[in-house]
């Protein structure tokens, strides 16, 4: 006699379950994936990763048992987070003050090179806190403002970047300030679930709104005569600036947009942790260097943001 | 939350807006490219089977993608509904030219010679014999076809046509109701889909009431 | 219409940069693993929903064809909203990747447990009665006698399906999934000057290729095995 038909069930349903769970698990499907460095390679001048200076039930702790750090960005923003077609990696500011963080967790030295220590993620601004809040990323380094609402379901450090939404147009556009916008024949661009497109609501009410996943195809559209703008953070149309010449940024800063790094609520000690070591990076000069690296550009460094 | 209905109620008539015009884009292109394929003509098959297998096996996010991102390049600048309607129509024609041409196909010679040779006329033929038959034969899929393709209308959603999914984003974005939001959203689709389905069996069984 | 755009080299250049080819393949790897591990999921979860579908027993049949029903009648871009938004509140650890690949098995479960009940109540009745008259139970009918020939009468509709599949991971890339599709977008927005029309119409040949070759192989198994073809509604 043959198994029987709950055996047969039973060892079918486990086995996709186990292929889900290890495909899930295993599956990086950006950035090369990381593997920690062994200590032959190690650079040198860097020491070895100090677990036992943090608390077991910490974060921190958590994360150097894992071998790195798991962290979200965004990976369709130039100069924060842009997936670089060419060597499949993710860079961008974000990037950058994230690698920092993670030698700080790891204690590598300043020099060291972060990215072993490092697995990308990236993700959309409707995905940034749903995946913090379940585990899947240990921080979200990802162009995200800082509001009380949000406060509500994450931690946030301190202000790493201080941005203000502005408006992107045409080189030959008349528009100059957001207010400009607020008429029922001109569109303004934005991203689902961001609150550039709240504030767009609340300075251009009468303004029609064209949402897409993201703000790339934004900048598409507006080429395309199907908005009159793409608003955000005046950083992520920095970025866009430098892709496309025949752009030109109008309005300033017409909110302020703090942004900072997410964690979630569960992570214990992370957020002074990290609060810390971003105070370190203002004071120390790395901020001021991360900032001429990405944004150079747009002007010499300013003052960190308290 | 009642008061976001009437803005999902206004994202499910776009729906029902785009699936009709698309089905009516589709039903028009079908029938044409399904005839097509049945020609004695090598060419003209030819032509038939490309735009039948070219659209059915690639994916409509793409083709929407091409129709509203892309021909703008060539000049062709689309409204978001109207470059969905387009895709979409296409990609489901695609799918109905093949059920015509398996109904076309699947009434047997012998029929229409035996009618010919009772002395039936050409149009007598095709009303009395063919035109029934291949009418029970291809309304249950093309009715699954309409299911599918009101589905479909969803994808029109990534290039910012406001219909029912577009809405419930904005939506679930502002109030983080989600459960709310999509379990909503959700009903509007079955509103639509069940529905259909039901009609579809019933269609059916009545077609095939002496076959069976 | 400006047809000059078509042939410019320029919107060409990147596809004869083997870097660029790396890249869109990595995503066609997505693509597979996400249909791969879907589709073989679904074929467990398929046939179980299908034999209970089909059992005589009412409180098996009746949930079974409603979740069976319900899920079949949505769309599969809205089981990727539902499960990358409302899983990971219920506390499960899933990244975009996970979620898309956990609609896009759901989904295909409840497709292939219609093609599975369909299949299996295709076996002509006179078979089962003879394997019971000769003393077979139930099970031993199903295991013996039904489910190897309506597991093999489903594969035509099952090749099918995966084709469906394949093209509906492509919906991934809404939830920002690096798959092809998300891919050849993040290709064309990066060019000077962008190249939608060239990236695009490259991607979709990819896509044709794989599903073409697909269904061909399936026509030639169904030719090759004979026998009336199982029609099944294509949801």
Same mark, same amino acid.
């Given at each position: 006699?043959?198994?029987?038909?709950?055996?047969?069930?039973?060892?079918?349903?486990?086995?996709?379950?186990?292929?889900?769970?290890?495909?899930?698990?295993?599956?990086?499907?950006?950035?090369?994936?990381?593997?920690?460095?062994?200590?032959?390679?190690?650079?040198?001048?860097?020491?070895?990763?100090?677990?036992?200076?943090?608390?077991?039930?910490?974060?921190?702790?958590?994360?150097?048992?894992?071998?790195?750090?798991?962290?979200?960005?965004?990976?369709?923003?130039?100069?924060?987070?842009?997936?670089?077609?060419?060597?499949?990696?993710?860079?961008?500011?974000?990037?950058?003050?994230?690698?920092?963080?993670?030698?700080?967790?790891?204690?590598?030295?300043?020099?060291?090179?972060?990215?072993?220590?490092?697995?990308?993620?990236? /993700?959309? *601004? =409707? @995905?940034?806190?749903?995946?913090? +809040?379940?585990?899947?990323?240990?921080?979200? %380094? #990802?162009?995200?403002?800082?509001?009380?609402?949000?406060?509500?379901?994450?931690?946030?450090?301190?202000?790493?970047?201080?941005?203000?939404?502005?408006?992107?147009?045409?080189?030959?556009?008349?528009?100059?300030?957001?207010?400009?916008?607020?008429?029922?024949?001109?569109? /303004?661009? *934005? =991203? @689902?679930?961001?609150?550039?497109? +709240?504030?767009?609501?609340?300075?251009?009410? %009468? #303004?029609?709104?064209?949402?897409?996943?993201?703000?790339?195809?934004?900048?598409?559209?507006?080429?395309?005569?199907?908005?009159?703008?793409?608003?955000?953070?005046?950083?992520?149309?920095?970025?866009?600036?430098?892709?496309?010449?025949?752009?030109?940024?109008?309005?300033?800063?017409?909110?302020?947009?703090?942004?900072?790094?997410?964690?979630?609520?569960?992570?214990?000690?992370?957020?002074?942790?990290?609060?810390?070591?971003?105070?370190?990076?203002?004071?120390?000069?790395?901020?001021?260097?991360?900032?001429?690296?990405?944004?150079?550009?747009?002007?010499?460094?300013?003052?960190?943001?308290? | 939350?009642?008061?976001?209905?009437?803005?999902?109620?206004?994202?499910?008539?776009?729906?029902?807006?785009?699936?009709?015009?698309?089905?009516?884009?589709?039903?028009?292109?079908?029938?044409?490219?399904?005839?097509?394929?049945?020609?004695?003509?090598?060419?003209?098959?030819?032509?038939?089977?490309?735009?039948?297998?070219?659209?059915?096996?690639?994916?409509?996010?793409?083709?929407?993608?091409?129709?509203?991102?892309?021909?703008?390049?060539?000049?062709?600048?689309?409204?978001?509904?109207?470059?969905?309607?387009?895709?979409?129509?296409?990609?489901?024609?695609?799918?109905?030219?093949?059920?015509?041409?398996?109904?076309?196909?699947?009434?047997?010679?012998?029929?229409?010679?035996?009618?010919?040779?009772?002395?039936?006329?050409?149009?007598?033929?095709?009303?009395?014999?063919?035109?029934?038959?291949?009418?029970?034969?291809?309304?249950?899929?093309?009715?699954?076809?309409?299911?599918?393709?009101?589905?479909?209308?969803?994808?029109?959603?990534?290039?910012?046509?406001?219909?029912?999914?577009?809405?419930?984003?904005?939506?679930?974005?502002?109030?983080?109701?989600?459960?709310?939001?999509?379990?909503?959203?959700?009903?509007?689709?079955?509103?639509?889909?069940?529905?259909?389905?039901?009609?579809?069996?019933?269609?059916?069984?009545?077609?095939?009431?002496?076959?069976? | 219409?400006?047809?000059?755009?078509?042939?410019?080299?320029?919107?060409?250049?990147?596809?004869?940069?083997?870097?660029?080819?790396?890249?869109?393949?990595?995503?066609?790897?997505?693509?597979?693993?996400?249909?791969?591990?879907?589709?073989?999921?679904?074929?467990?979860?398929?046939?179980?929903?299908?034999?209970?579908?089909?059992?005589?027993?009412?409180?098996?049949?009746?949930?079974?064809?409603?979740?069976?029903?319900?899920?079949?009648?949505?769309?599969?871009?809205?089981?990727?909203?539902?499960?990358?938004?409302?899983?990971?509140?219920?506390?499960?650890?899933?990244?975009?990747?996970?979620?898309?690949?956990?609609?896009?098995?759901?989904?295909?479960?409840?497709?292939?447990?219609?093609?599975?009940?369909?299949?299996?109540?295709?076996?002509?009745?006179?078979?089962?009665?003879?394997?019971?008259?000769?003393?077979?139970?139930?099970?031993?009918?199903?295991?013996?006698?039904?489910?190897?020939?309506?597991?093999?009468?489903?594969?035509?509709?099952?090749?099918?399906?995966?084709?469906?599949?394949?093209?509906?991971?492509?919906?991934?890339?809404?939830?920002?999934?690096?798959?092809?599709?998300?891919?050849?977008?993040?290709?064309?927005?990066?060019?000077?000057?962008?190249?939608?029309?060239?990236?695009?119409?490259?991607?979709?040949?990819?896509?044709?290729?794989?599903?073409?070759?697909?269904?061909?192989?399936?026509?030639?198994?169904?030719?090759?095995?004979?026998?009336?073809?199982?029609?099944?509604?294509?949801?």
């Amino acid at each position: 006699m043959g198994l029987s038909r709950r055996t047969l069930i039973h060892s079918a349903s486990m086995a996709p379950a186990a292929a889900l769970l290890a495909a899930c698990g295993g599956t990086t499907q950006n950035a090369s994936p990381s593997t920690i460095a062994t200590a032959t390679t190690r650079p040198a001048g860097t020491t070895a990763p100090q677990a036992t200076a943090f608390p077991a039930t910490s974060h921190m702790a958590k994360v150097v048992q894992r071998g790195k750090l798991l962290a979200g960005v965004k990976q369709d923003q130039p100069l924060f987070g842009l997936l670089n077609p060419r060597t499949n990696q993710i860079e961008g500011f974000d990037i950058d003050i994230v690698k920092e963080i993670a030698k700080a967790v790891f204690g590598l030295a300043a020099s060291a090179d972060a990215t072993p220590r490092v697995e990308l993620r990236g /993700v959309t *601004s =409707a @995905q940034r806190i749903p995946l913090l +809040q379940e585990g899947a990323v240990d921080i979200i %380094a #990802a162009t995200m403002t800082i509001t009380d609402a949000r406060k509500l379901e994450i931690d946030f450090s301190e202000i790493y970047y201080m941005a203000g939404q502005s408006l992107l147009v045409p080189k030959a556009s008349t528009i100059t300030k957001i207010q400009d916008m607020d008429k029922a024949d001109q569109t /303004v661009c *934005s =991203a @689902q679930g961001s609150t550039s497109e +709240q504030n767009i609501t609340k300075f251009a009410p %009468a #303004a029609q709104k064209l949402l897409f996943a993201g703000y790339a195809e934004c900048v598409t559209a507006m080429q395309q005569g199907r908005a009159q703008a793409v608003s955000t953070d005046d950083i992520i149309l920095a970025g866009f600036l430098e892709q496309d010449p025949n752009l030109k940024m109008v309005g300033g800063q017409f909110t302020q947009e703090p942004y900072g790094l997410g964690m979630a609520k569960t992570s214990m000690g992370f957020q002074e942790f990290v609060n810390s070591e971003v105070r370190k990076m203002k004071t120390d000069g790395r901020w001021k260097q991360i900032y001429t690296k990405w944004l150079g550009k747009v002007g010499p460094a300013p003052e960190p943001p308290k | 939350m009642a008061a976001n209905l009437p803005f999902l109620l206004q994202g499910l008539w776009v729906t029902v807006q785009l699936a009709v015009l698309s089905l009516l884009l589709a039903l028009t292109l079908g029938i044409f490219f399904g005839v097509l394929r049945t020609v004695p003509l090598k060419p003209l098959r030819a032509v038939g089977t490309a735009y039948v297998e070219f659209f059915r096996n690639t994916p409509l996010l793409i083709q929407m993608y091409f129709t509203f991102f892309a021909l703008p390049w060539l000049g062709v600048r689309l409204p978001g509904f109207q470059a969905a309607f387009l895709s979409l129509g296409i990609y489901t024609g695609a799918f109905v030219a093949e059920v015509v041409r398996s109904g076309i196909l699947s009434i047997s010679r012998g029929q229409v010679e035996a009618a010919r040779s009772l002395g039936l006329s050409y149009v007598q033929t095709m009303r009395h014999v063919i035109l029934p038959q291949a009418v029970s034969i291809t309304v249950p899929p093309l009715g699954n076809l309409v299911i599918a393709m009101t589905k479909n209308t969803s994808v029109a959603s990534a290039i910012a046509v406001q219909d029912v999914m577009y809405n419930g984003n904005i939506l679930n974005s502002r109030t983080f109701a989600t459960y709310e939001v999509f379990a909503a959203v959700g009903a509007g689709y079955l509103a639509l889909t069940v529905p259909l389905s039901f009609a579809v069996n019933r269609i059916e069984r009545h077609l095939t009431r002496f076959r069976r | 219409m400006r047809f000059d755009i078509i042939f410019d080299s320029r919107r060409w250049a990147a596809f004869s940069e083997l870097s660029v080819w790396r890249f869109l393949l990595t995503g066609m790897q997505v693509t597979f693993t996400m249909a791969a591990i879907a589709i073989v999921c679904s074929l467990v979860f398929g046939l179980l929903l299908a034999l209970m579908r089909v059992s005589r027993f009412p409180f098996l049949r009746w949930p079974a064809g409603l979740v069976i029903e319900t899920i079949r009648s949505l769309p599969v871009l809205l089981l990727i909203f539902f499960s990358s938004l409302l899983i990971p509140r219920l506390g499960i650890g899933l990244d975009p990747f996970g979620a898309a690949t956990l609609a896009l098995t759901v989904y295909t479960a409840a497709v292939n447990a219609e093609i599975m009940r369909a299949g299996i109540v295709s076996i002509d009745r006179g078979q089962i009665e003879a394997a019971r008259s000769l003393g077979l139970g139930y099970v031993q009918t199903m295991r013996y006698v039904v489910l190897p020939q309506a597991l093999r009468r489903v594969i035509p509709p099952q090749v099918s399906q995966l084709v469906t599949l394949i093209k509906d991971t492509s919906l991934a890339a809404v939830i920002g999934v690096n798959e092809l599709t998300r891919r050849t977008q993040i290709l064309y927005q990066s060019e000077q000057p962008p190249n939608p029309l060239q990236a695009l119409f490259v991607a979709a040949c990819v896509y044709f290729a794989v599903n073409y070759t697909l269904s061909r192989l399936s026509r030639r198994w169904e030719l090759s095995v004979g026998g009336a073809p199982l029609r099944v509604d294509a949801h």
